[in-house]
């Protein structure tokens, strides 16, 4: 009898779902996807109203006086980095609400008790974030070309440098709500580190034109090659390499998914 129940027992680490839980894996992303979709009015169409503020105050105060930039009407050189920035900041806003809301009601346990790996985690926090900020993308750039007038000259970069950066701050996101145990914490985090990091990122201007050594800080910002690579991908001009984008941006997204996957590995601020 015991030899038969030895037989049939799953062998050592080992689970009964397998080396990947992928129910668990796609219901946790269903759940983040539905919690945005279910208030859209904020998740989507505010964002999209907030860059149009953006760029109609932008064509109100300067208008065609601006002249060119990177040899481009200036709106046309601002609304990339008005959509990777509104991508970013939604991207960082779902993973790091979620969780700090799940912390603060006390519930965040009722994620934490199933059967799934820390991997497994961040993969469904992070596609509920990169869902959000698709999906704001799609909707800004939308009414760029149907507004504006634009066009998107390299769709294949436009589209990885949106999904690296949707990417990277939904992992940033994690990082802040893991940290984060009170709404206050989580708005300092937002306030002095996500915001800064996305305004002096050449949203609003060529980095080229930035005096020492704002010009060297600039560039250490990984937000600026989110900013630089979309504004490649749309427009065909950067200021700088987008390969070197691509590096930088897929380096740091990694070093923050790693860091996600071992605070949730080890418990870090999440266990009583």
Partial sequence: MN????????????????????????????????????????TLAAPLVTAGLFIGIFALAIGPARGEVMG???????????????????????????????????????????PLSAGELVAGYVAGGVARGLLVAVVIGLV???V??????????????????????SALGIIAAIYANKFDQMAAITNFVVTPLSFLSGTFYSAEV???????????????????????????????????GLVVCTGVSAGL????????????????
């Fill in 3 to 42: 030899q038969e129940l030895g037989a049939s027992a799953p062998e050592l680490g080992i689970r009964r779902f397998g080396r990947v839980n992928w129910l668990g894996m796609r219901t946790l992303a269903e759940r983040e996807i539905r919690r945005f979709l279910s208030v859209w009015q904020q």
């Fill in 72 to 114: 481009v009407p200036f709106l046309h050189f601002l609304a990339p980095g008005i959509l990777m920035m509104t991508v970013i900041q939604n991207a960082f806003a779902n993973t790091s609400s979620s969780i700090v809301i799940a912390k603060v009601q006390g519930n965040i346990v009722d994620t934490l008790m199933p």
């Fill in 144 to 146: 760029m070309v149907l």
């Fill in 148 to 169: 504006l007038g634009m066009g998107v000259a390299h769709p294949l970069w436009a589209l990885a440098f949106v999904l690296l950066g949707a990417t990277m701050l």
């Fill in 210 to 244: 930035l005096p020492e050594p704002m010009y060297t800080i600039t560039h250490w910002n990984p937000v600026f090659y989110l900013i630089d690579g979309v504004r490649y991908g749309i427009i065909g001009q950067s200021d700088s390499s987008p390969v070197l």
């Fill in 257 to 272: 998914l790693a860091l996600c996957w071992y605070w949730f590995r080890i418990g870090y601020r999440m266990k009583p």
